[in-house]
């Protein structure tokens, strides 16, 4: 049974997140159902996930691939750190997930002259700007795009990016545009957009951006979450039934 406060439990594994700024929610769930891991890397899959949270994207991942993965989940914030941890412990997946805390720039500078890079870089990462106002410190830095911007983001990831990787982050819609056109800016990447909307009357409230090096071409795709009665449409099913305990 899930209790939403504590955490959620999913078909493979549970996710508690009473320690962590940012819960469980839709956004991470999407991103770590979507993202491409059935490119033909070599085995295992290296992924960086940034700002981890409660590490439930990188357990996601490791399921779909079945644990034959390598991952690093770096977060600023300590109790997220340490609860992510305890949730990938618990998992089946204990040895294919190394949490760090670290800021990612700091991670970047520390992997400059290595010369392993990552295959998959995934992030939810923070989306509102300075000025809004919350309670709590660790959720205002969690949410809070001032300790690292989206651009920024972009640009440590291109560094740690194997050449044939791939980048995959979940935004709120305009923040999504605003990066495509940052991307689009920066040249040589070929993106992939999936506008997300909540019902089909809603306008688009999210954004999966996919980016990878390329020709520069933007592919825009869509999906909708729930079908006008109310039910999990066939396209969010089939991102996401794989997890869910009643689909």
Same mark, same amino acid.
């Given at each position: 049974?899930?209790?939403?406060?504590?955490?959620?439990?999913?078909?493979?594994?549970?996710?508690?997140?009473?320690?962590?700024?940012?819960?469980?929610?839709?956004?991470?769930?999407?991103?770590?159902?979507?993202?491409?891991?059935?490119?033909?890397?070599?085995?295992?899959?290296?992924?960086?996930?940034?700002?981890?949270?409660?590490?439930?994207?990188?357990?996601?991942?490791?399921?779909?691939?079945?644990?034959?993965?390598?991952?690093?989940?770096?977060?600023?914030?300590?109790?997220?750190?340490?609860?992510?941890?305890?949730?990938?412990?618990?998992?089946?997946?204990?040895?294919?997930?190394?949490?760090?805390?670290?800021?990612?720039?700091?991670?970047?500078?520390?992997?400059?002259?290595?010369?392993?890079?990552?295959?998959?870089?995934?992030?939810?990462?923070?989306?509102?700007?300075?000025?809004?106002?919350?309670?709590?410190?660790?959720?205002? &830095?969690? #949410?809070?795009? $001032?300790? /690292?911007?989206? +651009?920024? !983001?972009?640009?440590?990831?291109?560094?740690?990016?194997?050449? *044939?990787?791939?980048?995959?982050?979940?935004?709120?819609?305009?923040?999504?545009?605003?990066?495509?056109?940052?991307?689009?800016?920066?040249?040589?990447?070929?993106?992939?957009?999936?506008?997300?909307?909540?019902?089909?009357?809603?306008?688009?409230?999210?954004?999966?951006?996919? &980016?990878? #090096?390329?020709? $520069?071409? /933007?592919?825009? +795709?869509? !999906?909708?979450?729930?079908?006008?009665?109310?039910?999990?449409? *066939?396209?969010?099913?089939?991102?996401?039934?794989?997890?869910?305990?009643?689909?």
């Amino acid at each position: 049974m899930n209790d939403k406060n504590n955490g959620f439990s999913f078909k493979q594994f549970h996710v508690s997140h009473a320690d962590c700024a940012m819960k469980v929610g839709t956004d991470g769930i999407l991103l770590g159902g979507w993202a491409d891991v059935t490119t033909a890397f070599t085995a295992p899959l290296t992924v960086l996930d940034i700002g981890t949270g409660t590490g439930l994207i990188s357990l996601m991942l490791a399921q779909r691939c079945q644990g034959n993965i390598q991952a690093v989940a770096i977060d600023i914030d300590v109790s997220a750190c340490q609860q992510a941890k305890n949730n990938i412990d618990n998992s089946p997946w204990s040895s294919s997930i190394a949490v760090k805390h670290v800021a990612l720039q700091a991670f970047t500078r520390a992997c400059k002259d290595e010369p392993a890079k990552f295959d998959l870089i995934v992030s939810n990462p923070p989306y509102f700007v300075h000025g809004q106002d919350f309670v709590d410190d660790a959720r205002q &830095i969690a #949410r809070h795009t $001032g300790s /690292l911007t989206h +651009q920024e !983001l972009v640009d440590c990831a291109l560094q740690l990016l194997a050449p *044939n990787g791939r980048i995959a982050l979940v935004l709120p819609y305009t923040s999504g545009c605003e990066l495509v056109s940052y991307c689009q800016q920066l040249g040589d990447l070929q993106i992939t957009c999936l506008n997300i909307k909540t019902t089909p009357q809603k306008p688009y409230k999210r954004m999966l951006i996919n &980016i990878q #090096r390329g020709d $520069g071409d /933007l592919e825009k +795709q869509s !999906l909708t979450i729930h079908d006008p009665d109310g039910r999990y449409s *066939n396209d969010y099913q089939r991102i996401t039934k794989e997890f869910y305990l009643k689909m």
